[in-house]
């Protein structure tokens, strides 16, 4: 039975306020990918049966959770509120002409990423036409600690928010923070992250960052490739998904 690896990797009945427990439940069944038990909710929450009983009872009322041979997934709702995403967010509106311009020049695949509760979602993405292409799918949703498009944005997280996922994520483990740090500050410094099997074996990645008119980091735009195919064109690839999240962010900025 596959484990579940809670949002900020610690027990959350601690760290996370009472009224939030029900959006915290949520959150870990909608990114689980499968139906997902009640012994595994407790697993990965830290909270008492009892009370998990007590907060999935809502989620079910109100069409966001559905229940079947106590087996527990995204409800009816998520089909709504998945739909009202696509057609109103700003981010994805002015990023997918980008997104597919990038995709057809380089012949890979491209995602939209952001940072969400120490993970790096992907919110929409353009799929390679070639026969070997990468796995990543929208929705998907990662630690915010390994990867291109997971450290393109916490490089650029607010210093408090990035201390919190890095203590979160590697706790008394000062040698792997201070590389970490090292890594984020080269990151900030050359305006992209890359990275090759640190997520899925044999993808290589580039992801850069995409910021509004406050400079203030939105999101990400990723290229995945498999290693083999970007091989001897890292540069093109990385100067493409750098210009491609620069015309992004200049859109944005007419908002």
Not at 35 to 59: C, D, I, N
């Amino acid at each position: 039975m596959q484990k579940i690896i809670p949002p900020d990797r610690e027990k959350p009945d601690a760290a996370t306020a009472i009224s939030e427990r029900p959006l915290m439940v949520l959150s870990i069944i909608a990114r689980h990918g499968k139906p997902v038990t009640v012994k595994q909710l407790r697993e990965a929450t830290g909270l008492p049966q009892s009370t998990l009983y007590r907060h999935l009872l809502p989620l079910k009322k109100w069409g966001l959770v559905q229940e079947q041979d106590n087996l527990y997934a995204p409800g009816p709702l998520s089909v709504q509120l998945a739909w009202g995403f696509d057609h109103t967010s700003y981010l994805v509106g002015n990023a997918r002409a980008e997104m597919e311009k990038l995709a057809a020049k380089c012949g890979e695949s491209v995602g939209l990423m952001v940072a969400v509760n120490n993970q790096v979602m992907c919110l929409d993405m353009v799929e390679s036409q070639q026969s070997l292409r990468c796995s990543f799918s929208k929705g998907r949703s990662h630690p915010l600690l390994r990867g291109a498009s997971a450290k393109s944005l916490l490089a650029h997280l607010p210093a408090l928010a990035a201390d919190a996922v890095i203590a979160a994520s590697l706790p008394d483990q000062a040698r792997e923070e201070q590389c970490l740090r090292d890594e984020l500050a080269q990151i900030r410094a050359q305006g992209y992250a890359v990275s090759e099997g640190e997520v899925d074996m044999g993808v290589w990645g580039v992801g850069a960052p995409i910021f509004d008119k406050s400079h203030q980091l939105v999101g990400a735009i990723s290229l995945m490739s498999p290693a083999i195919r970007a091989e001897g064109r890292q540069q093109v690839l990385i100067a493409l998904t750098v210009k491609a999240a620069f015309a992004i962010s200049e859109r944005l900025k007419l908002y």
